[in-house]
């Protein structure tokens, strides 16, 4: 049977403001009161979730996504709102915004967002830490690991920002810079990344070298 996952947040604030209503699903604690388990429909009032519901989800989820930006339940203002969705069947990973007209006609049939493949970055990361809780390792070490993990991730994204800065030609009377397409292998190579390792390191690189944004005009999230 297919299933979706649903996860949502909001860029730039923590996740407040939604609480479950339905009482099996209820917890002690706040952020356990946003897992809404396995449902048999699509619900907006959780930060994750999977459904079995196949269809008629799609417009439900634009629309939530559409009022979280314009009405958002946080003091300060939201730029886009974001759900992550995740077939279990085929595995495959979409994002969606709230800023639909962007994404909503990139593809056709069940595409309902942005497609995006697998950082091995993150799958390294994810498998080890799941070897080492195989092996009863004591939690405390797993997070030690997890926090070296990321900060060699954050190192990555430092070398990015560099070698894209140093690599930069200038064009349009120099107001602008650009980076030709052939460059890229040449940029995985060096650095030793997957190309689908690319969009998180320049998320990261985005927040501790802006000069990225102002040089390229991208700002991946």
Not at 36 to 58: I, K, M, N
Not at 160 to 165: C, D, Q
Not at 169 to 189: K, M, N, V, W
Request: charged share 15%.
């Amino acid at each position: 049977m297919e299933s979706y996952v649903f996860d949502r947040f909001e860029y730039g604030t923590s996740q407040k403001g939604f609480g479950a209503n339905d009482a099996s699903c209820q917890s002690s604690s706040l952020a356990g009161s946003l897992l809404g388990g396995v449902l048999d429909h699509y619900s907006s009032v959780f930060v994750l979730h999977a459904t079995t519901q196949t269809t008629h989800w799609e417009d439900a989820l634009r629309q939530d996504l559409s009022a979280a930006a314009h009405h958002s339940t946080l003091d300060q203002q939201v730029a886009e709102a974001v759900a992550v969705v995740a077939d279990t069947d085929s595995w495959e990973v979409q994002v969606v915004s709230s800023h639909s007209f962007i994404v909503e006609r990139s593809g056709s049939g069940s595409q309902v967002g942005l497609r995006v493949g697998m950082s091995p970055l993150v799958s390294a990361i994810t498998d080890s830490i799941l070897d080492l809780a195989r092996l009863s390792v004591d939690p405390q070490f797993i997070l030690q690991h997890l926090e070296e993990c990321l900060c060699e991730l954050y190192l990555k994204s430092q070398l990015l920002a560099e070698y894209l800065i140093g690599g930069a030609t200038c064009g349009f009377g120099g107001s602008e810079a650009s980076i030709s397409p052939y460059h890229l292998p040449d940029l995985t190579r060096a650095l030793g990344l997957d190309l689908n390792d690319l969009p998180l390191l320049l998320a990261v690189a985005s927040t501790h070298t802006p000069a990225l944004t102002r040089m390229f005009g991208i700002s991946i999230k």
